[in-house]
């Protein structure tokens, strides 16, 4: 073997390392995005002029645009689930597509629900990492839980340094007693049929907005755009032990935005790294830091009936 071929490739590795770990910058704004990246107006969902069909299109690292275009409708709003129509486009291009189109915006029918007169938790006293009113990916409740039902209200950065599907893209987490995991990241514009993409992916569909972290995908992909408040609305059963023996398994159903992406799904262990650790029948609920500045707000929880 050539004696310098194990320091060059070395060197590359290292160079290669270097570059993976080079910080993507996140904007918290609408303004703060469009001067960075004047492509950032045209990030959203639309419906054609015709009501035949609508679109999203997020922005990509090379500043073109993922473009989903669907059949009778948004998701959770008149898609009739026949094939996406995945793509890449420029911006010039996507902007004749557009002429067609009308841009809309979403906003979840449960945002600003206020908590029951039962509430076990209420925001923000109930909560740590809470900073101007907004609790910052880290917080995690400052009591422990039983069965409930949860609402709470994210933010998205908006983060076109990673490709979409990279887990650097806004990643966070709903994880209930450090089991069970609800994804927190943007996944807006993709499809979830993994395989009809215009983009290579970087992770399953598992990993996308709306999962349940590596064990089962939503039933719909109901992700808004980055910089937009979503919601999920969580009703949680824990599991059930006789002394150290588990004879019930949790379950959990979630509505992202107001649609139902989990139906009372039974959890036989924990999700993801989840899984590793021991089951409980409480615990609090994290919302979990990988190192994007994702928020939350009217966080509340009250016993599951």
Known sequence: MNPFALPLL???????????????????????????????????????????????????????????????????????????????KTA??????????RKIGRASPSLGLAPPANAILVFPDDFTNVKEGLLMAGGRTKKDLGSFRMHLEFLIPFKPGRNL???????????????YEIQVIDSF??????TNNAIETESRNTQWCGALYKTKTPDVHMAFPPLCWQTYDIEFTAPVFVGE?????????????????????????????????????????????????????????????
């Not at 904007?27 to 609508?54: K, N, Q």
């Not at 010039?92 to 189109?101: D, N, Q, R, T, V």
């Not at 599907?165 to 089991?179: E, L």
């Not at 514009?189 to 993994?194: A, P, R």
Request: aromatic fraction near 8%; include cysteine.
């Open 10 to 88: 070395a060197c590359v590795a290292s160079c290669c390392l270097a570059a993976e770990l080079v910080p993507a910058p996140s904007y918290m704004t609408d303004e703060e995005a469009a001067e960075a990246h004047p492509g950032f107006p045209l990030v959203g969902d639309y419906l054609s002029l015709d009501g035949t069909t609508a679109l999203q299109a997020n922005l990509l690292p090379d500043g073109c645009f993922l473009v989903a275009i669907y059949a009778g409708g948004l998701p959770g709003e008149g898609w009739d689930k026949t094939p996406v129509r995945s793509s890449v």
């Open 92 to 101: 010039g291009e996507l902007g004749a597509i557009l002429e067609g189109y």
């Open 165 to 179: 599907s990279s887990q650097d893209r806004g990643n966070s987490g709903i994880y209930i007693f450090n089991n």
């Open 189 to 194: 514009g993709l499809d979830l049929c993994e």
């Open 245 to 305: 023996h588990k004879c019930q398994n949790a379950r959990i159903t979630v509505r992202h935005n107001g649609v139902p992406i989990h139906d009372n799904v039974e959890l036989a262990s924990g999700t993801g790294n989840g899984a590793m650790n021991k089951q409980l029948a409480s615990g609090p609920v994290y919302f979990q830091n990988h190192g994007n500045p994702v928020m939350y707000r009217n966080v509340w929880a009250a016993p599951l009936e």
